[in-house]
Nanobody, 119 residues
Framework: QVQLVESGGGLVQAGGSLRLSCAAS????????MGWYRRVAGKQRALVAR???????NYVDSVKGRFTISRDNARNTVYLQMNSLQPEDTAVYYC?????????????WGQGTQVTVSS
């Protein structure tokens, strides 16, 4: 059974930092592209950052220079370090695993963790 379990969300003041973690089980973690997405209330879920199985990273423009995604294949965990948080970063953050060994990619999601940034 595949599980992606996020942790590290919470309430922080503007300018503060949080580190999200996503622990994966039931997949061969190292071959998956891992991503963090967020859903702002009333809007669709959107990509925040992604790290490929080859450790290539990309970010949405609004978080460049503030957020850092990283992965630890030995721990089957992906992280999102979030610095200089702003109220507009308030959202539910979701972990995603995409890819796998077959021709058709798998697409797995965590349950989400709430991040609230107060002004």
């Amino acid at each position: 059974q595949v599980q992606l379990v996020e942790s590290g969300g919470g309430l922080v003041q503007a300018g503060g930092s949080l580190r999200l973690s996503c622990a994966a089980s039931g997949i061969t973690f190292r071959i998956y592209d891992m991503g963090w997405y967020r859903r702002v209330a009333g809007k669709q879920r959107a990509l925040v950052a992604r790290v490929t199985s080859s450790d290539i990273t990309n970010y949405v423009d609004s978080v460049k220079g503030r957020f850092t995604i990283s992965r630890d294949n030995a721990r089957n965990t992906v992280y999102l370090q979030m610095n200089s948080l702003q109220p507009e970063d308030t959202a539910v953050y979701y972990c995603n695993a995409y890819g796998g060994p077959g021709y058709l990619p798998n697409d797995y999601w965590g349950q989400g963790t709430q991040v609230t940034v107060s002004s």
